[in-house]
């Protein structure tokens, strides 16, 4: 299971996000033999005054933050995080610098998904990746 959240201009997200989504789902396919299927992702849209970044940051700064069950290796997450890098660039033109990825995993048991916790349900792919 994976909930993602993508924060950023309003101005520069917006007429963007399809494209941010699937390219973003695709990473995640990729590096997590993740389901097609299986996407939840989330955008919040700040404006100007209220999103402070880093310096040397332009407009298209975004923060990706992706909650996940435990159990990916650390050589599939870093895959992970270079496929956001170079897709992000060559899909969307926006540069590494302007991009920040957080994962946070949790055991399986701290999920609750219909109707169960997720160390419970017969999931249709392997987390341990």
Request: charged residues 25%; proline residues 5%; hydrophobic residues 35%.
């Amino acid at each position: 299971m994976g909930q993602i959240k993508i924060y950023g201009l309003k101005e520069h997200l917006t007429p963007i996000r399809n494209k941010v989504s699937d390219t973003l789902h695709s990473c995640v396919v990729d590096a997590f033999k993740y389901p097609e299927n299986k996407r939840a992702h989330r955008f919040f849209y700040l404006d100007p005054e209220d999103f402070f970044y880093p310096e040397g940051r332009s407009n298209q700064y975004t923060i990706i933050e992706i909650s996940l069950f435990e159990g990916r290796t650390i050589t599939s997450k870093k895959y992970l995080y270079q496929l956001i890098f170079d897709r992000f660039e060559n899909e969307l033109n926006i540069s590494p610098n302007d991009i920040e990825i957080t994962l946070t995993e949790t055991p399986l048991y701290n999920w609750g998904i219909r109707g169960k916790p997720a160390d419970e349900l017969m999931l249709n792919y392997k987390v341990s990746v």
